[in-house]
């Protein structure tokens, strides 16, 4: 960082870097200035601050004068003690009028540096810094156990991941069970209804059998009597195969899945937050720098109140009210441009 240039050489057109910064005269000075500033006898008794203390780098911004925010033109140069606020002389008559005691700064400071204010002032500065101290160790802290909790709950995930991979590795392992014991009892009907069907086209065989050898060997009555019987016996067998045709089925197997994948996600994880145990112990109050609300000249009046306006009924003409409150708690009305005066009550009068 360069050094700032010396005031007083700046006023005679050289260039010269500051050394020191006069906290009476407000200016840095070069080597040669600080020593001219010694040889004068009013000037003896300033107090010198070196610029490379490190604590005094900031010094010409501590000991600039403070300008008004709302007058940039003017310097704060008067304590309002009601207000406890600084301000400067165009302040005075807007925001302070009626303020019965305003010091210039001079009387306002004196003593400040063995007054309670300080002292005050000193300690708040401590509890303010204890108490960022404290929330800063809290919040370190709530990092530390939050990153905790994410590595824990890194683990629960991974955990009931496992979790739901046995579960489902157990359903399979039944669903392939319950599959294949399903099969073999299907499998195992369809082979009787088979087989019943089978016995029944051996015995029908067998007759037909019987039947060629009659028609070729056997004599009249016998084919007769043959057939007699074999009429009776393909009777049974077609009733029998009826019946088990009418009970059969086309089998199936068929699978359905059921949705066990069904949630997005394996869990949810949100936020929770509970009452922070830093306890901030309160600075006091050192007169806060607050403006007191000023009285102004009301911008709007409401009036909350039924006023009677006298009307004949012929004359339907539209009437424009205007009103004025005046100190006397009269409210002042006029009706289509004739003045007249009501009086009112003024609580029913609300100004803004
Ligand atoms: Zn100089
Ligand atoms: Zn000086
Ligand atoms: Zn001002
Ligand atoms: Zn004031």
Redesign the pocket.
Known sequence: MSSPNCDGCFRVDKSTNAVRF????E?S?CRECVAA?KTIKV?TT?Q?VDLKDSSAGKVKDLAAKRYCRTHHEYTLEYFCTYHDAMCCHACIPVDHRACDKILPLNEASKDVKTSALLSDISDGLKLVSSAASETMHNREENIQRVNEQASSITGSISRFKETIINKINEMEKSAMKGLSDLKNEIISKLVNEKDSAKDIKSAIEEYNDQLQFMIKNGSDNQTFVFLQELRVTILNQDQTLNDAISRLGELSLNFTETNVIGEKELGSIKMSSDPCDVQQKHTKQFGAQIMLPIRKTPKKITYNSKLKIEQKESEMVKILVTGIASENKELHVCLNNTVCTYIAPMENVRAK
């Open positions: 006069c906290m009476d005269c200016e000075l500033h000037l300033h010198m």
